[in-house]
């Protein structure tokens, strides 16, 4: 069993910046990936960026040039550094961890990050 703990999220005005962190714990394997994922009110859960343990990174065509992920295999961390945020980026952001190369994808609880105009 794997635990996700996110956080790092909360109110921002447009233009600003949050990094969320989300911290693993458990049965992890190795490789694997983590990454955020996103959902705005009446909208499909989407990805917004992913990275490997072999440090392999893809971004939605929404973030890149303003956010960053990164993670510290040694700790089972991944953060995601958001820039230049803007509106359409309110959401709840849940981190994720597919345990394995082809395993089980665990999620967590969700951390909301809201930008204001």
């Known amino acids: 069993q794997v635990q996700l703990v996110e956080s790092g999220g909360g109110l921002v005005q447009a233009g600003g910046s949050l990094r969320l962190s989300c911290a693993a714990s458990?049965?992890?394997?190795?490789?694997?990936?983590m990454g955020w994922y996103r959902q705005a009110p009446g909208k499909q859960r989407e990805l917004v960026a992913r990275?490997?343990?072999?440090?392999?990174?893809t971004y939605a065509d929404s973030g890149k040039g303003r956010f960053t992920i990164s993670r510290d295999n040694d700790k089972n961390t991944v953060h995601l550094q958001m820039n230049s945020l803007k509106p359409e980026d309110t959401a709840v952001y849940y981190c994720?961890?597919?345990?394995?190369?082809?395993?089980?994808?665990?999620w967590g609880q969700g951390t909301r990050v809201t930008v204001s105009s």
């Open positions: 994720t961890l597919r345990n394995g190369e082809y395993g089980y994808t665990y």
């Open positions: 458990g049965s992890i394997f190795r490789p694997n990936a």
């Open positions: 990275i490997t343990s072999g440090g392999n990174t």
